[in-house]
């Protein structure tokens, strides 16, 4: 399957190296920030950025629409920090 992205091009080529997601929400439940992480949990995608608006951030979808466990707010922190990713 071939993945067309417009709106992300640093992920164009990326998606399948994505096996799990870190995803912080605002205050209303909206995905806000997103961290893809390969097998390996090392950072393959992060955004938004000032060129790539991001995944999931490009859904209707809230939080209750997603599963997994949450991680801790440092964890995030630090993941986004080594992402090298600046919030636009």
Known sequence: MTVTDTVNPNYRDKYHLVRSWLI?????GRPWREIGLDEHGA???AGPSKKDYGFW?????HYPDFTGEPVAEEYFEQMWAASGVSSP
């Open 24 to 28: 912080e929400f605002d205050e209303s």
């Open 43 to 45: 950072i393959v995608i």
């Open 57 to 61: 951030l490009d859904t209707g979808m």
